[in-house]
């Protein structure tokens, strides 16, 4: 049970949640909430936007300005927000499906734009709240109800997607790394411009039922053995990164934010009025 | 002339006062995508809005430019969007999400003829009923077909209060050749405007039940994230302090609460124009810029002698149903000209039930209907 601080962050009203006991979109709940603790964020001026999906659902249970918004768009709610109040600390919340399938368009292009917003994206690798379709981060040969014979599409490096897009900040961890989930949260919503933490997350009930990763606790043990950090990947050869879960900061970079150079945008048309 | 009247007149096209018109209400947001034949409108509020320290942002796609309206509404702004046929189908989605959340901004499509991409740049009025029944569920829209560029500017303020004092989307169906033409039209001046703004919670924050609605207006007030509340918005079904329901009273009131804001205040909203009823055999109705040819080839009959009227809604929803049946009361004939296959005249067929005979007329060819295309009809029938 978290402590006093988390809880006053919390919307114990909306209890319970929906979520399946053991599933990992919890963990990333309880790091999002320490890295606000840690920064000593205000509520009534924190935003927190988000899809559709059960990792979506965050959302509601955090007691800020929670956005709630329609499969894939959030990142554009997101946008409005901002641009028209800069002050607002604003978080993006997605699932895989949200932000790189029907959502795509708006990831891509917020990575583009560079507005300060920092964007969590939960991947289970699979629709969880809709029962178990494959998502554009199945691996190639997984089950999904959807792929009742192996998935055979490639599917998408979030982070890669990412940092091509403009990102200036672009990270991946796994829950089974609740500490360094939180690290790189706080340096996400830190940064002055598009932050993305791809955070690898369970869903035992959908794929995992499918996968051979029944329990919460297989997929946090196969997290862990996949894991390698950044700093040694690098010196690795790819036969040996096959299958891995590469962790760090792929991406932390200085790119003009969006917000910033709109204002100059008023400057110049208001110093046009002048003339 | 004193001088405050040539400022106060401009030579505009119908696109270019609707912007102006939109920034008279105090809009400061515009999210949107390009489309012809809308196009200026976001080109007009590219270069207006920062002048006043408002912001304007080219989104991705449709569906974008109104999910940022609706993000900048929920933030405190008063926000437009404007479109064309293909636009207007991708935003039926976040269309929906602002019927159900109740967030305010006004929303505009320019009709082309469609389907798909369908003639760019014609005019049609074939996106009539998607106003109507667009976007999945059960909503109350209202929405305003302007027919002269005077028009456009008045609409697109009246457009504004409307969706800040009903908390939802306001739609304002305009068309290529109202869109386009050029008119004189004169400004209103700043002290002369009279604006709504949304009604804002005075609770303690720690009060604020989100969904909880004055029981004189059915709307409940709204907060703008940054301002001291804590909320959620959301597009499920919810309770009144924003708690996603599937608890059949609950879910019953909202939808129910949501109609009723709109329909119990038709009165307040209902906008038409009647003319040249006295004594009437044949009225015309018809709206946008059909209204044009059709009024004139109305006074052209009544020169000749037939007795023929027109009546023209502003506001195409909600529909002013009870006042034409009041005023057409013993007319023979209802001509219903539009350039569509007969989308408004099914809803006049429903409004009459059988009081009178109502003909539509179809113009689909991406052509205007000359006044002597009506007027033939009209001494037909007479
Ligand atoms: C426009 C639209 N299409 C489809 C759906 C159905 N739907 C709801 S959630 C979801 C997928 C969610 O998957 P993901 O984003 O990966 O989140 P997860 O549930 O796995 O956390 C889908 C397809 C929807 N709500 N809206
Ligand atoms: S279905 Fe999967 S993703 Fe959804 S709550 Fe259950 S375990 Fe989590």
């Known amino acids: ?275 | 002339m004193a001088d405050g009247e040539i400022q106060n007149t401009a030579f505009w096209q119908g696109n270019t006062a609707l912007a102006h018109g939109a920034l008279a209400a105090g809009c400061n947001f515009f999210g949107g995508y390009p489309i012809t034949p809308s196009t200026e409108i976001a080109e007009t509020m590219a270069e207006e809005l920062p002048k006043t320290g408002g912001k304007f942002i080219q989104m991705e796609d449709e569906i974008a430019g109104l999910a940022c309206v609706l993000g900048a509404s929920i933030a405190g702004a008063k926000a437009l969007t404007a479109t064309s046929g293909p636009g207007f189908s991708l935003k039926q989605e976040n269309l929906g999400f602002a019927y159900l959340a109740e967030i305010p901004a006004v929303v505009v499509d320019v009709m082309r003829g469609g389907p798909s991409t369908g003639l760019p740049t014609r005019a049609a009025q074939q996106d009539i009923m998607q106003a109507r029944w667009g976007t999945h569920g059960d909503y109350a829209p209202i929405c305003y077909a302007p027919s002269s560029v005077q028009e456009c500017y008045d609409l697109a303020i009246k457009a504004f209060n409307m969706a800040e004092r009903f908390r939802q989307p306001v739609l304002i169906m305009s068309d290529e050749i109202v869109g386009h033409m050029r008119e004189k039209i004169t400004k209103t001046e700043p002290d002369k405007l009279k604006l709504i703004e949304r009604v804002r919670p005075t609770c303690e924050p720690e009060e604020f039940t989100p969904y909880e609605a004055d029981p004189m207006t059915s709307v409940p007030p709204m907060a703008s994230f940054g301002d001291g509340y804590l909320w959620h918005v959301t597009g499920l079904m919810t309770n009144d302090w924003g708690f996603p329901t599937g608890n059949p009273p609950e879910v019953e009131k909202k939808i129910l609460r949501i109609i009723n804001k709109v329909t119990r205040a038709r009165n307040d909203i209902v906008e038409y124009e009647a003319e040249h009823m006295d004594g009437a055999g044949i009225v015309v109705v018809s709206y946008g810029s059909v209204a044009r040819s059709a009024l004139r080839a109305v006074r052209d009959a009544r020169k000749k002698g037939i007795p023929v009227g027109h009546f023209r809604p502003i506001t195409i929803w909600p529909f002013p149903d009870a006042e034409l049946v009041k005023m057409s009361l013993g007319v023979k004939t209802i001509l219903v000209p539009e350039l569509n296959c007969g989308q408004i005249s099914l809803e006049v067929e429903r409004a009459i039930r059988g009081r009178s005979e109502v003909r539509g007329l179809s113009l689909v060819n991406g052509k205007l209907f000359k006044p002597s295309d009506i007027l033939k009809v009209i001494e037909e029938v007479a």
């Open chain 1, 1 to 275: 049970m978290p402590g006093g601080k988390v809880l006053s962050w919390l919307r114990t009203r909306f209890m319970p949640h929906i979520w399946c006991s053991g599933c990992g979109h919890g963990i990333v709940m309880h790091a999002l909430l320490r890295a606000l603790i840690g920064l000593n964020k205000d509520k009534t001026r924190t935003v927190l936007a988000s899809g559709i999906g059960c990792s979506s659902r965050l959302a509601g249970y955090v007691n800020a300005c929670t956005l709630h918004t329609t499969h894939g768009r959030s990142l554009a709610f997101a946008t409005g927000v901002k641009l028209h109040k800069p002050e607002l600390t604003v978080i993006d919340i997605m699932g895989d499906g949200d932000c790189s399938a029907i959502g795509g368009n708006h990831f891509i292009h917020a990575c583009r734009r560079n507005i300060d917003i920092t964007a969590i994206v939960m991947n289970n690798n699979i629709y969880g709240m809709t029962g178990g379709q494959s998502s554009p981060t199945t691996p190639v040969g997984a089950w999904a109800t959807t792929t009742p014979y192996g998935a055979v599409d490639q599917p998408f490096d979030l982070c890669k997607l990412a940092e091509g897009a403009g990102a200036s900040y672009v990270a991946r961890t796994t829950i089974a790394n609740p500490r360094q989930v939180e690290t790189f949260i706080m340096n996400g919503i830190q940064k002055k411009g598009f932050a993305v933490i791809e955070v690898v997350t369970h869903c035992h009930t959908q794929y995992g039922r499918k996968n051979d990763r029944r329990l919460p606790f297989d997929n946090y043990n196969c997290f862990k053995e996949a894991s390698v950090p950044l700093t040694k990947a690098r010196d690795m050869p790819p036969e040996e990164l096959e299958g891995k879960l590469v962790c760090g900061e792929f991406v932390n970079k200085e790119v003009l934010e969006y917000t910033e150079q709109y204002d100059k945008v008023i400057e110049k048309a208001q110093a046009a009025l002048k003339e």
